[in-house]
């Protein structure tokens, strides 16, 4: 049975760090490229940060470029997303997305920046 199981969320002030993790089972994760997605309230879901299967490549959104970094650990079947410098308009839920043919997707985890 294919989950992955985003962690890490929670509420935080402007300028402040999260770190998310996406734990990964039920398929082979080394195989495939992970990402970042997020979702804000009344808006599109959209991509935020990809890396390849062996983590030698990442691209981000404009938005998070220098903020934001993804990497990933394929011995622990885990996908991270470093967040610094958090904005309110960073607020949204955060999926972890799993694709390589076929994509799957994490439950979210939701990220609030307020003070």
């Known amino acids: 049975q294919v989950q992955l199981v985003e962690s890490g969320g929670g509420l935080v002030q402007p300028g402040g760090s999260l770190r998310l993790s996406c734990a990964a089972s039920?398929?082979?994760?080394?195989?495939?490229?992970m990402s970042w997605y997020r979702q804000a309230p009344g808006k599109e879901r959209e991509l935020v940060a990809i890396i390849g299967s062996n983590g030698g490549s990442t691209n981000y959104a404009d938005s998070v470029k220098g903020r934001f970094t993804i990497s990933r650990d394929n011995a622990k079947n885990t996908v991270y997303l470093q967040m610094n410098s958090l904005k309110p308009e960073d607020t949204a839920v955060y999926y972890c997305?799993?694709?390589?043919?076929?994509?799957?997707w994490g439950q979210g985890t939701q990220v609030t920046v307020s003070s």
């Open positions: 039920g398929f082979t994760f080394s195989r495939y490229f």
């Open positions: 997305n799993a694709h390589w043919g076929v994509t799957y």
